[in-house]
C-alpha cells in the first residue's frame, strides 16, 4: 500500500466511525478511542499482509525490480526547480498566515468539539445548544472533527494545527499526488523529464493561481484545512491518478501482461478508486456529491474505449457511500 492509500484509508475509517457517533451523541474522547483502536487493527493487518508472500512468477518480479533509469540533465534540473517552488509554498504557509471568514464556522466547529467533548452541541457562532440539522451537511462530512480529535490527541489547538501544521501535510501530499500522477502520464515507473515538466507545471499553477478564490492552487495554498481544498486540489487528482491505472491495466492486458497479473493491478487500482470516493465523504459533502459525477463519466469512458461494462459497474460500486450520505441527508436533515 501506498502513502497515498494509507492516507486515503484513515480518511475512511474516520469518515465510517465519527458519522454514526454523532447521530448517536457520543463524545469526543470516545470517538478517537475507537479510531485508535481500529487504526491499530488496520496498521496490524497490514504489517500481516507484507508478511505473506507475494505471489507472481520471475518475470512479474524482474519487471518490478526495474525502476528506474538515469534521468536526463534536464530532467534533474526539473526536479531542482520543483523542490525549490515547494520548499517556497511550504514557507508561505507556515511563516504567513491567511484570514478566513470561513473560518467563523469551519474551525469553530472544531473549537467547539475540542472545548466541550461534545459534537455538533453548540452553535460555534452563539455557544447556544444546537440540532444535528443546524450543522447541515458538515454533519456528513465531519473534517472539522478530525481536526479537533487530533488536537485533542495531541494536545493542540485546533486553530494552531489547522493553520500552522495541516498546510504543511496536505501540501505535501498534494505534491506526492501530482507526482504520481505525473509519472503515470509520462514517465511510467522511471522518472522521466515529462514526470518532472509536469510536476514543475503544477507549481507554477498553484503559484500563479490567484486569478480567483476558486481555484484548487487558491484553496491549498490559502485554506488547505477545509474539506474543499482537500476535493478539487488532492482527491480529483487522486481519482484521475487510479482511473488511467485502469486504462493502462487493460492495455498492459491486451500487450505484456499476464491475465492474472492484470488482474491484481486493476484490484489495487479500483481500491484506490474506493478509498478516494470515501476520503471525500469525510472532506466535503460537496465532494460526496460531485465526485459520483466525474466517477460515472470515467466509467463511462472505460467502458466506451473497451466495449466492456464490468470493470465500469465496478467502479461505480465506489459511489454507494455517497449515495447513503445523500439519503441520509435527504431523510434526517
Not at 508472500?53 to 533509469?69: A, C, F
Not at 478516494?276 to 460526496?288: D, E, Q, V
Amino acid at each position: 500500500m501506498t502513502a497515498a492509500n494509507f492516507i486515503l484509508s484513515l480518511f475512511c475509517i474516520f469518515e465510517i466511525i465519527c458519522v454514526p457517533a454523532i447521530f448517536l451523541h457520543a463524545g469526543l474522547l470516545g470517538l478517537i478511542a475507537l479510531f485508535l483502536l481500529l487504526l491499530a487493527v488496520f496498521v496490524f493487518v497490514l504489517w500481516k499482509m507484507k508478511r505473506l508472500p507475494r505471489q507472481g512468477n520471475g518475470k512479474e518480479q524482474k519487471r518490478e525490480g526495474v525502476t528506474g533509469k538515469k534521468i536526463s540533465a534536464l530532467g534533474e534540473k526539473l526536479r531542482v526547480l520543483c523542490i525549490l517552488s515547494i520548499l517556497f509554498q511550504l514557507a508561505l504557509v507556515v511563516f504567513y498566515r491567511h484570514t478566513d471568514d470561513d473560518d467563523a464556522w469551519y474551525l469553530g466547529l472544531a473549537v467547539s468539539a475540542y472545548e466541550t467533548g461534545e459534537m455538533f452541541a453548540y452553535s460555534p457562532y452563539t455557544g447556544d445548544a444546537m440540532e444535528l440539522s443546524d450543522g447541515g451537511d458538515y454533519v456528513l462530512s465531519p473534517l472539522p472533527i478530525l481536526w479537533a480529535a487530533l488536537g485533542k490527541l495531541f494536545h493542540i489547538h485546533p486553530t494552531i494545527l489547522a493553520h500552522a501544521i495541516v498546510p504543511v501535510f496536505m501540501l505535501l501530499w498534494a505534491y506526492y499526488v501530482y507526482w504520481l500522477l505525473g509519472k503515470r502520464l509520462f514517465g511510467g515507473k522511471n522518472e522521466s523529464a515529462g514526470a518532472y515538466a509536469f510536476w514543475l507545471f503544477m507549481n507554477v499553477l498553484n503559484l500563479f493561481g490567484f486569478y480567483s478564490t476558486r481555484t484548487s492552487g487558491t484553496f491549498l495554498l490559502f485554506r488547505s484545512w477545509q474539506g474543499k481544498a482537500v476535493f478539487c486540489a488532492i482527491l480529483v487528482p487522486c481519482l484521475f491518478y487510479y482511473f488511467l491505472g485502469l486504462l493502462k491495466s487493460q492495455s498492459q492486458r491486451e500487450r505484456e501482461l499476464t491475465e492474472n497479473e492484470a488482474l491484481i493491478n486493476e484490484k489495487q487500482e479500483l481500491s484506490g478508486i474506493y478509498l478516494t470516493m470515501g476520503a471525500g465523504c469525510l472532506a466535503s459533502f460537496s465532494a460526496a456529491s460531485l465526485m459520483p459525477l466525474l466517477l460515472f463519466a470515467m466509467a463511462l469512458t472505460y467502458a466506451i474505449a473497451t466495449r466492456s461494462v464490468k470493470i465500469p459497474l465496478k467502479m461505480c460500486g465506489a459511489a454507494i457511500p455517497n449515495v447513503i450520505l445523500a439519503g441520509i441527508y435527504v431523510l434526517f436533515l
